[in-house]
């Protein structure tokens, strides 16, 4: 009797204000939450509580479908026109995406942004909007001057609130809308300064919004802290759909676009540019740019084939050994991994018996400003060492490919059959690789394996002479 009861029993009636959608336990004459008087109403609305409020059901915008009902035309990927950029982004922008181009503080992004914009305007047809929150209009004109993109259909705008970026895509109606940056943009809905968390949350999860709904290709530039990570909060980089890093020495031409994330290809990209007074240009072969061509070879110079995303990239790797010293000798890198090239000096001193390397200085760089960090170089970095320790210079047409471990040996790398094509392309004739990997090798090239430092050395010291 008594369960039958309980099951008749009516529901308790909730409570929520009209006026905020506050929900209190009980009736009260002024809502609690925004002080307003007679706005708490008795609702009948019941569903699960999220947050301490009850969320009902609604009839969605727009009923599921079969999926092979639903055409992935809209999503097709429009080409930029920057062919570099095009390739990390997986063959363009799509319309409705937003891109997070993240990277230091004057290394180019605003340029090449610029570019994109240009290139868009002419090619693609609906305009593009640029909306700077950093410059004014007259700023971003003479850059735009520079760079010959005065396009009739390449519209500027500077503000820094959202109403106002919101008015413009109204009036312009773009196809391509680019940010820059979304830090300097606020909304007066949100509490917090421009550039903090609350603040670059809300005005990200806006756009996006914006974005989707009008199929808007949007490109925001956001600010890297001090260990070059994106600044804001990390729900920023899952609210876009893809994430990239440019990267680059101010102090070198060479410029690289990093694929983090990415919706709609491949995650491990990289595009190159070259940064001059022009402007910046892609560089759909920048292999030149990390070489020396020699008339006569040097010692303390070899060849390696670094991977950059899927990109090989021939490096050289140059080293100086300098005088004996007293007291702890230098090592310093340029380029190059300095804790690497102390454990490559220690494994060469102690496994080869050529060379005494513990009082001397050792001067390690690439050339050309690229960075190499992983362990493919050490094989390469060690003979570059010992050419220089013992002045004797490598082949010119040979490249060095491999880890060296601290018992001397050799150990196999990943892409291997990559690295020796590429450059086979530019005319390396000879290579010393792990074991394992000759069958890799390109027609026409010698691969010799090597398991060990000294047979390393000892290989390419016939090489040298021949």
Not at 153 to 170: I, K, P, T
Request: charged residues 20%.
């Amino acid at each position: 009797m008594t369960s039958s009861r309980a099951a008749t029993k009516a529901p308790k009636p909730a409570f929520v204000c009209d006026a905020c959608g506050h929900q209190p336990p009980k009736w009260v004459g002024r809502c609690p939450e925004c002080n307003e008087w007679g706005s708490v109403i008795e609702s009948t609305v019941t569903g699960p509580l999220v947050s301490g409020r009850v969320v009902s059901s609604r009839m969605p915008s727009e009923p599921a479908r079969p999926i092979s009902q639903i055409s992935a035309a809209p999503a097709k990927a429009v080409p930029t026109g920057v062919s570099e950029l095009d390739r990390v982004l997986g063959g363009g922008l799509v319309p409705g995406a937003v891109v997070l181009l993240a990277g230091e503080p004057g290394v180019g992004k605003s340029t090449l942004l610029l570019d994109v914009a240009q290139q868009w305007a002419v090619n693609a047809s609906t305009p593009s909007l640029v909306v700077s929150g950093e410059e004014s209009v007259s700023q971003v004109r003479l850059r735009a001057e520079r760079l010959g993109a005065l396009h009739e259909r390449l519209f500027l705008a500077s503000e820094s609130a959202l109403d106002a970026v919101l008015g413009h895509l109204d009036a312009v109606k773009p196809g391509l809308l680019v940010l820059d940056s979304v830090q300097t943009i606020s909304t007066p809905g949100q509490e917090g300064v421009p550039g903090g968390v609350t603040q670059v949350r809300a005005v990200t999860a806006a756009v996006v919004a914006v974005a989707k709904e009008r199929g808007i290709a949007t490109v925001l530039v956001g600010h890297v802290t001090k260990d070059g990570q994106v600044a804001g909060p990390r729900v920023l980089e899952h609210l876009v759909d893809v994430v990239l890093h440019f990267e680059g020495d101010k102090h070198s031409a060479l410029r690289l676009v990093r694929g983090v994330k990415n919706r709609f290809g491949a995650a491990d990209e990289v595009g190159c540019f070259e940064m001059h007074e022009g402007g910046i240009t892609s560089l759909p072969d920048p292999s030149g740019l990390f070489l020396t061509r020699y008339q006569e070879p040097v010692p303390g110079t070899c060849v390696t084939v670094a991977m950059e995303g899927r990109r090989a990239l021939v490096t050289e790797v140059q080293a100086l050994i300098g005088a004996e010293v007293q007291g702890s000798p230098r090592r310093t890198v340029s380029g190059l991994d300095g804790a690497r090239l102390a454990m490559v000096l220690a494994v060469l001193e102690r496994r080869t018996k050529q060379l005494k390397l513990y009082n001397r200085e050792v001067f390690a760089a690439t050339v050309g400003g690229i960075r190499l960090v992983e362990p493919s170089a050490d094989l390469a970095m060690a003979l570059a060492v010992a050419s220089g320790g013992l002045d004797l210079a490598m082949a010119p047409h040979l490249a060095a490919i491999g880890e060296v471990g601290l018992t001397g040996e050799i150990r196999r790398v990943g892409a291997v059959g990559r690295r020796l094509a590429e450059a086979a392309r530019l005319g390396f004739k000879s290579a010393l690789v792990p074991p394992g990997c000759s069958g890799d090798a390109p027609r026409g090239m010698d691969v010799i394996e090597v398991g060990d430092l000294r047979t390393a050395l000892r290989s390419a010291a016939s090489l040298s002479a021949s």
